[in-house]
């Protein structure tokens, strides 16, 4: 079945450093792409998503890239920020509207 | 808009008890999913609904478990009787339309079975 595997956390970077956050997939088909963002006490948030192949998500300073050849879709932040310390959740739908989530991956941004 | 509500946010039950958790969604949004979060096992989607009508529910673990929506402005998921396993955050989520549509999650209820 479909599946996403996650950088293990947690990531713990020192504020204005470069973030990445590793995320492939395993599809029959061709897969949406998410990443979602969960803080402390919170439900997830839609960060960014891709649709089809070489399609560039972004948003917040965040950005991933859908590519197909390596089944991938990293998520980057050119300079994090004390805020940005949450959890980060790589998704996939392929079929019937169903989200299908890595295991998250903690950042922590010091200051 | 107040988003998608949840209730109770948090709920600590004894084993066997029934357990009831609700959900409102946001105006609109046909879409409803009910997700479940635990430490072993992630996120999973138990079910969800396309205009009040369950579509999928093949995420739902057992009979202990169900769920309804009575209507466009409120879904329960029912826990009945309860076990320890069971303890996990809940989360319910909303889309507009399926697909690819955003899904706007609420801020969960964390259910703790003694």
């Known amino acids: 079945g479909d599946s996403v595997t996650q950088m293990e956390g947690p990531v713990t970077l020192s504020e204005e450093a470069f973030l990445t956050i590793n995320c492939t997939y395993t599809a029959t088909g061709y897969p949406s792409l998410f990443w979602y963002v969960q803080y402390p006490g919170e439900g997830l948030q839609l960060l960014l998503k891709?649709?089809?192949?070489?399609d560039k998500g972004s948003n917040k300073g965040f950005e991933a890239t859908y590519r197909k050849e390596t089944t991938s879709f990293h998520l980057e932040k050119g300079s994090v920020q004390v805020s940005d310390s949450a959890v980060y959740f790589c998704?996939?739908?392929?079929?019937?509207?169903?989200?299908?989530f890595g295991a998250g991956t903690i950042l922590r941004v010091k200051s | 808009d107040a988003g998608v509500i949840q209730s109770p946010r948090h709920e600590v039950t004894e084993m066997g008890q029934e357990v009831t958790l609700r959900c409102k969604p946001i105006s609109g949004h046909d879409y409803l999913f009910w997700y479940r979060q635990t430490m072993m096992r992630g996120l999973e989607l138990l079910i969800y609904f396309n205009n009040n009508v369950p579509i999928d529910d093949s995420g739902m673990p057992e009979d202990r478990f169900s769920a309804k929506m009575p209507n466009a402005s409120f879904s329960t998921l029912k826990i009945q009787p309860s076990e320890p396993r069971d303890s996990a955050v809940y989360f319910c989520a909303n889309s507009r339309g399926g697909s690819t549509d955003t899904q706007y999650f609420g801020p969960g209820t964390r259910l703790t079975v003694l």
């Open positions: 998704a996939l739908m392929e079929y019937g509207n169903k989200l299908v």
């Open positions: 891709a649709t089809k192949a070489d």
